[in-house]
């Protein structure tokens, strides 16, 4: 299903070469302390998600898949020294969990990238599998994400540097993403949509709820918003695409010819 | 110490009203499934804070400190339902974690708020303790938050409600500020200052950090950005705190004579 040149995980920091130990304080992993390469280096997947528990089921689920469960030693958390993200290993396939929202998950993205860097991985793909509020779709329905757009439903995303603001793409793989559809197709187990995800800094107000501590807007507003998103192509909101396609684009994990980051959106 | 006048805990959301049970989904409690008045009625204080884990050794320091400690039954987490949050309660006291991140605490504190709206609690006291990036300060210094300002210095939160920015103000409460002060200095046990906090989307690039994946500007650079903050009173660095300030003060937990607020950070 997946083709891709040979590609190594790119950071862009000139400073980290002069890191005698580069710590990833939020895996309580480092360079001086762990050997990286002998733990990691055969990484040829990542999959992340929201929630510590689900991203432990989902390495089951692989290991089962693959024939390479281990009943005996379990499948331990390999940053169990920290409790802000849980990973898990099975095979080529490394499961790691993110929090909720863009910056919880950016903290684990830079840390992620330079732990594939370290350990010389190659040739990565990495998939967010993530819960998401749905637009005009049934519940259970999977969104493979075709662009991340914002608020506005514009496909970018704004990071703030030394104050200023630095505009990024969101831009995934178009045929990635329509190779996945076929897979789902094959499958015909789950109903799956390509489109627009947007994504928000926040899931009561930003997300146009009417059941938060605080709303200020009515049921017609509401609507009136979410058709507009829909009219953008729009089919599911959730809080960490956009971040996500934009870092991944930067380190290689997405590039012209393997570019191999899909968002599945699981509709809540 | 703290001297308020009698004050309920407000939720501005008049769509509240007609739910027959609000679920607050990330703490796996409901009004349908769980009495809060009687499992919460009697909370005065909530002390929120990134990690689960400390939260729980928070938990057991303030159980000693209080002399309530019941160590047959421990602290269950009180949302052991899912893993989004923990929860601890001793006593008046009430324990939640937050993860990292504005989107992180704010799904958090839409939910604390309900959960005290809807336990009728009164005069409640919420503060934030957590850790920090100091700026010109010894490691270890506690820096009581006087105003959390934004990546450009300015004491301003960004809400985006159906796609608009609305700008919500972070004032703390400035004579609380000067009365925990006091109170640190009355202990004498650590270094204790009022000042800026500064809070930010991002850990590594957004806290002019040089050891992210990414980074595009020179340690020369960071030094300048640094100096502006600190040139403008900022004493820290983290998170949480801008949207922590803007959704207390809209809830009441924060008002002009009660204003109990105050996010204490610990530099690391």
Chains 1, 2 share one sequence.
Not at 157 to 176: A, H, M, N, P
Request: charge should be negative; proline fraction near 4%; hydrophobic fraction near 40%.
């Amino acid at each position: 299903i997946i083709w891709y040149l040979s590609s190594p995980v790119y950071v862009h920091n000139p400073h980290l070469d002069a890191l005698k130990d580069d710590i990833l304080y939020h895996f309580s992993l480092g360079t001086g302390s762990h050997n990286l390469p002998a733990m990691f280096g055969d990484v040829k997947f990542v999959c992340v998600g929201g929630s510590p528990w689900r991203m432990k089921s989902f390495t089951e689920f692989i290991a089962a898949e693959l024939a390479m469960e281990d009943p005996k030693s379990g499948y331990p958390n390999i940053c169990a020294g920290t409790d802000r993200y849980a990973m898990y290993k099975v095979g080529p396939v490394l499961s790691v969990s993110h929090g909720m929202g863009i910056p919880s998950i950016a903290i684990m993205l830079h840390e992620l990238i330079k732990l594939l860097h370290h350990a010389h991985c190659t040739d990565v793909t990495i998939i967010r599998i993530g819960t998401s509020g749905g637009i005009g779709l049934e519940p259970g329905t999977v969104v493979v994400t075709k662009q991340s757009v914002d608020a506005t439903f514009l496909p970018k995303f704004e990071q703030v540097i030394l104050g200023k603001t630095v505009v990024r793409s969101t831009d995934l793989d178009q045929s990635l993403a329509q190779e996945l559809l076929q897979c789902s197709k094959g499958l015909n187990q789950f109903e799956t949509v390509i489109g627009n995800t947007m994504c928000t800094l926040d899931f009561y107000e930003g997300q146009a709820r009417l059941d938060g501590a605080f709303c200020s807007y009515t049921e017609a507003e509401k609507q009136e918003y979410l058709l507009k998103a829909k009219e953008a192509g729009v089919c599911n909101i959730e809080m960490e695409s956009s971040v996500f396609a934009a870092m991944c684009k930067l380190s290689g994990l997405q590039g012209k010819n393997n570019g191999l980051t899909r968002p599945e959106s699981f509709f809540v």
